[in-house]
């Protein structure tokens, strides 16, 4: 089986604890781990990947008390307005995966337009989940075949993982080879639940804001000595 690691996906876990760690306020841990996102994404085209998939903002982050979701929301703005262009200019194309219905019509638009505006770039694709959670992600797929096949569009014996791969918001990148999550804790926290069936998993114990290229090589390393079976042996 091929080992060659295509598409990494990482939970950025721990801008919280980097934050009381240092004693500042929670939104500087959030800042810094905006920093070191930037940073990652240029190492991982560095290090020929194609895809990188970052969980930036779950469902469930919006439960969190409310200075720090609008603390959130401010800083993913000024990302979008302002950062994203760097990344942009380096043939990057970035996409958003989530429940855009849920975000501001200024958020939504930006991220329209960024789409937009990188299409054709194709050094390496960016997927950003932002206001995205698994279940509810494959909860849509399922409303979405039983109104094809309500409208008699479909067979029910056409229904198969290719077709529902296609209704995911994942439907144009292939599955991660790899998940990674920082920070230490161990669990996949409602991420890519149908696309991670036999990805490669890889917890560090760097807290996202530290996460560097050095970590990241580590991890790729330790990923090209493991061999995937894909339950197949």
């Not at 849920?102 to 989940?129: F, G, P, V």
């Not at 932002?130 to 029910?156: C, F, P």
Request: charged share 30%; glycine share 4%; with cysteine.
């Amino acid at each position: 089986m091929s080992n060659e690691l295509k598409h990494l996906a990482i939970i950025m876990d721990g801008n919280r604890r980097w934050a009381r760690k240092h004693n500042l306020p929670i939104a500087a841990g959030h800042q810094q781990g905006t920093k070191t996102l930037e940073q990652i994404c240029r190492d991982v085209r560095d290090l020929g990947i194609k895809y990188l998939t970052l969980y930036a903002f779950s469902t469930e982050n919006w439960q969190r008390e409310p200075e720090e979701v609008g603390s959130l929301m401010k800083i993913l703005r000024q990302y979008l307005q302002n950062d994203l262009q760097e990344i942009q200019k380096e043939n990057v194309r970035i996409i958003f995966i989530g429940e855009r219905q849920m975000l501001d019509k200024d958020i939504i638009d930006s991220m329209r337009r960024i789409e937009k505006q990188t299409e054709t770039n194709s050094d390496m694709t960016l997927c950003l989940a932002i206001s995205y959670g698994s279940r509810q992600e494959i909860l849509n797929a399922v409303r979405q075949i039983a109104k094809l096949a309500r409208a008699e569009e479909i067979k029910i014996e056409d229904i198969d993982e290719k077709l529902f791969s296609k209704m995911l918001y994942t439907k144009d990148i292939p599955d991660p080879d790899l998940i990674v999550r920082t920070s230490g804790e161990q669990r996949l926290s409602n991420y890519l639940l149908w696309q991670l069936a036999y990805s490669e998993i890889y917890f560090s114990d760097v807290l996202w804001p530290d996460f560097n290229r050095e970590e990241l090589e580590k991890i790729v390393e330790n990923y090209h000595l493991r061999e995937r079976r894909y339950g197949k042996s």
